[in-house]
């Protein structure tokens, strides 16, 4: 046992304090003692007295303390019974608050259980709603504001607010793809107005207060927006705004671009209005083309029944072929035209390139304007300008095509220019390239219509065709010529200065001399010459052509008579075939006769221009288009005649 257990606080206190009374007591009372007498009796009387008195000094003392102590103890005892009590008392009320408590715990771990259900369903509510918006075509987005917006302030002041205020706190990929950002957080943060430039700012601004006049809810409005390419590109939107106790907190939007629509729409729009003006542009060249078709009709009409008069002299005779040559001229050049475009349209116009000598076409063309500013009795300079010298001037391409563009472009040139002079020329751009023009000092075209004339039936000014005549279809035939040749158009025009029409053409050099055939008389014996054509009036004006000719004619009307004729005429030299036949056509019989006759000659006759003999090169050695002049006729037979001689 530990000492501690003998020598507690009390023991020890109680024995400390009795040793100190008893020393003090025993010292001091035997001095007292030794101070009243020296006798033994009286001492040792004393000291009995001193004895009882010092036991029930000491007892009392010890009394004192132990009751003390006791007291202390019992105080001790009732405060332990005390709080012993006050800690039964708090024990039950702990066991009745742990009951609580535990009844709380089981609430609270249902509430748990439920909020855990709850942030689950917001989680998949919430991925749900990421995967939509991350899925879906249109752009959304959510706007926020640093501050609730009070929408009792005025409508100007909210406008201005949100115009400086809205930022963009959430939106999906979508909204950034439209915004050309890779990810969306390169938009979140962004205000609203710093994604708009200089120029589509006053768009927002006006979206802005269409949402705050709508009451925080617009549909259906549109915006722009310039993409990093330039272009203009269009959104529809819809817009809610969050409203919560008077004040606007946040904003709501999906945006979808419709450029596509729009441009659709443009496009749709565009081609009404074309279309429009294609039909009134066609009902403006129909009334033209009558008048143009009418006029020289009226003179080939007028003329031939005067021709039938009786008594006419010769030299009105003359006069009066004279105009109806010239109208029937006209006349060939306004369906030549039609036919050209037709086929520039179509993609059918066929090209015959051939070696020829540049230098020779534009001393023609040059003649050609001499010829029509005597006609237009007009005072005009004719210039040619060279670029090569008439050893080296061979060139390769459509000589026909290329004499019609600059018969066209020259006759625009005489036809609009009143004073001053016109010149016409080439040179060589590049190795590979020519270069021709026709310059005018005429009336000059507006910059806006400079697109418009090389359209069908346009001209410069829409009165042209009635002030200058035409039926506006030339500059749409240079173009598609040039075009198919391989070149390009190019015009500069200033008003009343005149204009320059250039257009460049591939440039090939011959690789050598092409041997050119001189036309001669035919000579004996006489040649026969099979006309195969079922219209009496186009025979008989074939066998005019071929009168007073050492020529022997043969006439049949169908294919299947022509293939009879040659059963009894093997030495026929040259067949003249109609493309158009009852029956078998002209290409089923010409390929019958070749059969047999691989060496004889024969030429296509079509109204069709050339396009049919142009699929069959192999069959015809040239072609005829009707309606035949005397000179394509002679230029076509000789030749073809004189290579059999």
């Known amino acids: 046992?530990?000492?501690?257990?003998?020598?507690?606080?009390?023991?020890?206190?109680?024995?400390?304090?009795?040793?100190?009374?008893?020393?003090?007591?025993?010292?001091?009372?035997?001095?007292?003692?030794?101070?009243?007498?020296?006798?033994?009796?009286?001492?040792?009387?004393?000291?009995?007295?001193?004895?009882?008195?010092?036991?029930?000094?000491?007892?009392?003392?010890?009394?004192?303390?132990?009751?003390?102590?006791?007291?202390?103890?019992?105080?001790?005892?009732?405060?332990?019974?005390?709080?012993?009590?006050?800690?039964?008392?708090?024990?039950?009320?702990?066991?009745k608050l742990a009951e609580q408590l535990q009844e709380s715990n089981e609430s609270l771990e249902d509430k748990n259980q439920q909020l855990r259900n709850y942030f689950e369903r917001i989680n998949e509510s919430k991925e749900r709603y990421q995967a939509f918006i991350s899925q879906i075509e249109?752009?959304?987005?959510?706007?926020?504001?640093?501050?609730?917006?009070?929408?009792?302030?005025?409508?100007?002041?909210?406008?201005?607010?949100?115009y400086h205020n809205l930022f963009v706190g959430e939106c999906n990929p979508r909204l950034a793809e439209l915004y050309e950002l890779n990810k969306v957080e390169d938009l979140i943060g962004n205000q609203l107005k710093s994604l708009a430039d200089r120029e589509l700012s006053k768009d927002l601004y006006r979206l802005i207060q269409a949402f705050v006049d709508s009451n925080y809810n617009v549909r259906d409005i549109e915006t722009r927006s310039v993409d990093r390419r330039g272009q203009t590109r269009y959104f529809n939107n819809n817009i809610t705004g969050i409203v919560r106790e008077g004040k606007l907190i946040r904003v709501w939007g999906t945006q979808q671009d419709i450029t596509s629509i729009r441009r659709n729409q443009q496009e749709l729009v565009e081609q009404k209005e074309k279309?429009?003006?294609?039909?009134?542009?066609?009902?403006?060249?129909?009334?033209?083309?009558?008048?143009?078709?009418?006029?020289?009709?009226?003179?080939?009409?007028g003329f031939s029944q005067l021709l039938d008069s009786s008594g006419l002299s010769l030299e009105d005779q003359k006069t009066y072929i004279h105009y109806i040559k010239n109208s029937g001229d006209q006349l060939l050049r306004i369906v030549s035209d039609i036919l050209d475009v037709s086929f520039i349209q179509t993609g059918q116009l066929e090209l015959n390139r051939q070696t020829f000598h540049l230098n020779a076409l534009m001393r023609d063309i040059r003649l050609q304007m001499d010829k029509l500013?005597?006609?237009?009795?007009?005072?005009?300079?004719?210039?040619?300008?060279?670029?090569?010298?008439?050893?080296?001037?061979?060139?390769?391409?459509?000589?026909?095509?290329?004499?019609?563009?600059?018969?066209?472009?020259?006759?625009?040139?005489?036809?609009?220019?009143?004073?001053?002079?016109?010149?016409?020329?080439?040179?060589?751009?590049?190795?590979q390239m020519l270069e021709?023009?026709?310059?005018?000092?005429?009336?000059?075209?507006?910059h806006d219509k400079r697109t418009l004339i090389f359209d069908h039936f346009r001209q410069g000014e829409e009165y042209a065709n009635r002030h200058y005549g035409g039926?506006?279809?030339?500059?749409?035939?240079?173009?598609?010529?040039?075009?198919?040749?391989?070149?390009?158009?190019?015009?500069?025009?200033?008003?009343?200065?005149?204009?320059?029409?250039?257009?460049?053409?591939?440039?090939?050099?011959?690789?050598?001399?092409?041997?050119?055939?001189e036309a001669s008389t035919v000579h004996s014996p006489k040649t026969k010459i099979l006309i195969v054509e079922d219209q009496p009036d186009n025979y008989i004006l074939l066998q005019e052509y071929l009168n007073n000719s050492n020529i022997s004619i043969l006439h049949a009307e169908s294919g299947e008579k022509s293939l009879e004729a040659f059963?009894?005429?093997?030495?026929?030299?040259?067949?003249?075939?109609?493309?158009?036949?009852?029956?078998?056509?002209?290409?089923?019989?010409?390929?019958?006769?070749?059969?047999?006759?691989p060496d004889i000659p024969v030429v296509a006759q079509t109204a069709y221009i050339k396009e049919q003999y142009a699929n069959h090169h192999e069959l015809f050695a040239d072609y005829l288009t009707k309606p035949i002049s005397k000179e394509s006729f002679d230029r076509v037979t000789k030749r073809l005649l004189n290579l059999r001689l």
Request: hydrophobic share 40%.
């Open 373 to 431: 500013v005597d006609q237009k009795e007009k005072d005009l300079k004719i210039r040619v300008q060279w670029g090569f010298d008439d050893q080296s001037d061979r060139i390769v391409t459509d000589k026909n095509r290329l004499s019609q563009v600059l018969s066209n472009l020259a006759e625009n040139a005489v036809k609009f220019t009143s004073e001053g002079h016109i010149e016409t020329g080439y040179r060589l751009k590049t190795q």
């Open 471 to 517: 039926i506006g279809l030339g500059l749409t035939i240079v173009k598609g010529i040039v075009e198919a040749l391989g070149g390009e158009v190019s015009l500069e025009s200033q008003i009343r200065q005149g204009s320059v029409f250039r257009f460049t053409l591939p440039y090939q050099q011959p690789a050598e001399e092409q041997p050119v055939y």
């Open 1 to 95: 046992m530990h000492w501690k257990n003998y020598f507690n606080r009390a023991s020890l206190k109680i024995t400390l304090i009795y040793f100190a009374v008893s020393f003090l007591w025993i010292f001091f009372s035997d001095l007292i003692l030794l101070k009243l007498t020296q006798e033994e009796t009286l001492l040792t009387h004393y000291q009995t007295i001193k004895g009882v008195g010092f036991i029930g000094l000491t007892s009392l003392l010890i009394f004192y303390l132990s009751r003390r102590e006791f007291f202390k103890k019992d105080e001790s005892i009732k405060a332990i019974n005390k709080a012993k009590e006050e800690y039964y008392a708090l024990y039950e009320e702990y066991q």
């Open 567 to 597: 059963a009894g005429n093997p030495d026929i030299a040259l067949v003249l075939m109609d493309l158009r036949l009852p029956g078998m056509d002209g290409i089923q019989t010409t390929r019958k006769i070749k059969e047999k006759f």
């Open 436 to 446: 021709f023009w026709v310059k005018d000092t005429g009336i000059g075209i507006p």
């Open 138 to 162: 249109e752009g959304v987005y959510r706007l926020d504001l640093h501050h609730p917006l009070d929408i009792k302030l005025s409508e100007e002041e909210q406008i201005n607010y949100l």
């Open 275 to 301: 279309a429009e003006e294609s039909n009134r542009i066609k009902n403006a060249f129909l009334a033209n083309i009558s008048h143009e078709i009418r006029t020289p009709l009226n003179s080939i009409m």
